[in-house]
Structures are given as structure tokens and as C-alpha cells.
């Protein structure tokens, strides 16, 4: 089968990891018999740099053909002046916003001989396999009004929270589906003991689950969710939350599995369904981290594992994703570390070789 693929390598380390991804890629074709055309495009800083803006029209456009988007990484301190006009993020934003991906999923899954590698107990990540669903084109990063301004008495800022019935109930069914494929619990994190958003967010929960008698749906604060990924994460199963809560508490789920260099995420334009293709935007969670740029020594298996879920959720092939899964443990079993994970008595090696390693397993 053929495939169509936007491939936006992005900055810092973006295309370091992106091209080991390319290589996994390429073996999967090979190994089972399936062309993968890569389409490339610029955005982030470097869009900035050749064209002024962090997402061009024509790179968009380009995006909106093709069966599937992998994306690197955008940003660096060279475009991080708070008074910019132009962001590297802006790019980020309009990708999801221009390809309608309202669903953000990241799976924290601690694979077994890395349960040594976190600075959290073995007893307590033992066991941890969850997936976090944050919605992602609402609230508070795109609710308007959203300005500064100055008045006699100094500066002020505002940013809107905002959600309608419909975005709520979308994203709370990818999570519900998502549980019902899995261990059939899902958690509801909120914060509708202060906010009326999330109010509005319990009550459509409610309502929905009457769809779903056979998932067990638990409504917590996100504060309390935050305090127990780290007392007790083996108990999650489906997370699935507002916006910004999900930016954060991914990012804190992340270091269960050891570092941000192990995980993928899937940006979704649709509800994922056993059977059914659903277009999506792929990359690693972590940000572009220019210092460790050019030096070889980027963790580049969550770019793996997020090609991984591209063959899954956007392009229906779950026996090759299963396939870059197993070259991963394998490769992991054998003892081969990058630099963020590695231990006592295991075998450094850097981005190309890492990427090299797994692939060969894959062909």
C-alpha cells in the first residue's frame, strides 16, 4: 500500500530524531511491503526565518493531502522574545487548529527494564501503562478575548477559558472509546470547583456515560490528579481533560516512564474506533532542546513510538506498529541506553545509533 506522509522536521533537535523515525519508517516498508512518500515542509523558528511567519499557507495545504503528519519539534531561545509578534509556537497552534485536531493523546506506559532508570520508587511505577487525552484547539489557548494592555494604574493581561457542549462532549468520547479499548476506566479531571467551564465539563461527562455502562467514570480535581500520579499512578487507566491541564499534567506523567525522550503523542481530527483510519498530526512530547542540537545524543524512540501510533490510529496498520514496539524492547532488553535513560552497566549509544538499532530489529 501507498501512503502519503507530511514530514515537518522542525528545530533544535527536531530533524535529528525525525530522521530516525524516517529510517524505522522506511524499514517497516521494506518489511512489509508498503511505500511510504514523505512530503516535507517547514515550521516553527525556521519557518519564521525563511518566510517571516511559523506556518505558511502552502505548508498547511500541504499537510491537509496527505494521510498523516510527523512532526519534530519548533522553538529556541534565538525566537523566545515575549514581545515578538511571531512565535515558533504559532506554528504549532495553527497546524492543530488548521487540521481540526481537537484530540491529544499520550500514552505513559513504564516498560519494565527501565523501572530503575526514574527517580520515582519501583513500587510505585510498577505496573503503569495510562493514556492522558487533553483536548487541544479550546480553552484557555485560544479563548478570546486575549490581549495586554496598559491603563494609569499599569499593566494588565487577560486570557479566556472557554468551551462549548460540542468540544466537550467530542473529546470526552475519544476518552471513553479509548477506555472501553482498554481497561474501561476513565477519569475526568476538572477543576469544577471553581471554574464554570468545568462545571459544564462534569455535567456533560454525566450525561455521556449513559452511552457507556461498561466504563467505570471517576470525576477528579485536577490538583488531586496531579498529587496522584505520583502517590499512585498504576491506578489511572483514561485521563482525559481541558486543555491546559492536559499540557501540564503530560508533562508531569513523563517523568514516570524515566524521561520526555520516551514518549509519543497523537494529535487526532477524529474519534479513533477499533478498524477505523482517523487523520492525525504524530510527535515526540518533548521541545526542541537546542542545546543538545547537532551533538548526537537526542533520545529519539518517543519519534519512534509516535510513528508507531501514526501506522495505528491514522494509516490501520497495527501489526507493523506492534512490529517498531517490539525492536523497541528488544533493543531496550539488550541494554542499549541514550544518554537521558542510561544506568550503571548499560551501553551508551547516540541518536543515529539508537535509531539505527531499532530500526534493524523493525527489517
Not at 263 to 273: D, E, I, Q, R, T
Not at 289 to 311: F, K, T, Y
Request: net charge neutral; aromatic share 6%.
Amino acid at each position: 500500500m501507498k501512503f502519503n506522509i507530511a514530514l515537518l522536521p522542525g528545530d533544535g533537535i527536531g530533524p535529528e530524531v525525525a530522521a530516525e523515525g524516517v529510517k524505522v519508517l522506511e524499514a517497516v516498508g521494506k518489511r512489509f511491503e508498503h511505500e511510504f512518500a514523505l512530503h516535507y515542509g517547514d515550521v516553527g523558528g525556521i519557518a519564521i526565518d525563511r518566510y517571516g511567519v511559523a506556518l505558511t499557507p502552502e505548508t498547511l495545504a500541504m499537510c491537509k493531502k496527505c494521510d498523516a503528519v510527523l512532526l519534530g519539534a519548533v522553538g529556541g531561545p534565538k525566537w523566545d522574545d515575549p514581545r515578538a509578534k511571531v512565535r515558533p509556537e504559532d506554528g504549532l497552534l495553527g497546524l492543530r487548529k488548521g487540521l481540526k485536531l481537537f484530540a491529544n493523546l499520550r500514552p505513559v506506559k513504564v516498560l519494565p527494564m527501565l523501572i530503575d532508570s526514574t527517580t520515582i520508587k519501583p513500587a510505585i511505577i510498577q505496573g503503569v501503562d495510562l493514556m492522558i487525552v487533553r483536548e487541544l484547539t479550546g480553552g484557555l489557548y485560544f479563548g478570546k478575548p486575549k490581549k495586554q494592555w496598559q491603563t494609569a494604574k499599569g499593566r494588565h493581561a487577560v486570557d479566556t477559558l472557554a468551551y462549548s457542549e460540542q468540544e466537550i462532549e467530542r473529546i470526552l468520547r475519544v476518552g471513553f472509546e479509548l477506555a472501553r479499548s482498554r481497561r474501561k476506566k476513565l477519569s475526568s479531571v476538572d477543576k469544577a470547583n471553581v471554574l464554570e467551564s468545568s462545571r459544564l465539563w462534569r455535567q456533560i461527562a454525566i450525561e455521556l456515560s449513559a452511552d457507556y455502562p461498561d466504563v467505570e467514570l471517576q470525576h477528579m480535581l485536577v490538583d488531586a490528579c496531579a498529587m496522584r500520579l505520583i502517590q499512585r499512578p498504576a491506578d489511572f487507566d483514561v485521563i482525559v481533560t481541558e486543555n491546559m491541564f492536559g499540557d501540564i499534567l503530560t508533562d508531569e506523567a513523563s517523568m514516570l516512564a524515566g524521561s520526555m525522550g520516551m514518549l509519543p503523542s497523537a494529535s487526532l481530527a477524529g474519534v479513533p474506533k477499533a478498524g477505523e483510519r482517523t487523520f492525525g498530526m504524530y510527535e515526540p512530547i518533548h521541545g526542541s532542546a537546542p542545546r543538545r542540537a547537532g551533538q548526537n545524543i537526542a533520545n529519539p524512540i518517543a519519534m519512534i513510538l509516535s510513528v508507531a501510533m501514526m501506522l495505528r490510529y491514522s494509516l490501520g496498520l497495527v501489526e507493523e506498529a506492534e512490529a517498531i514496539e517490539k525492536a523497541i524492547n528488544e533493543v531496550m532488553e539488550e541494554g542499549y541506553r541514550t544518554y537521558d535513560i542510561m544506568e550503571e552497566s548499560k551501553k551508551r549509544v547516540g541518536t543515529r545509533e539508537m535509531g539505527e538499532l531499532i530500526s534493524g530489529r523493525v527489517g
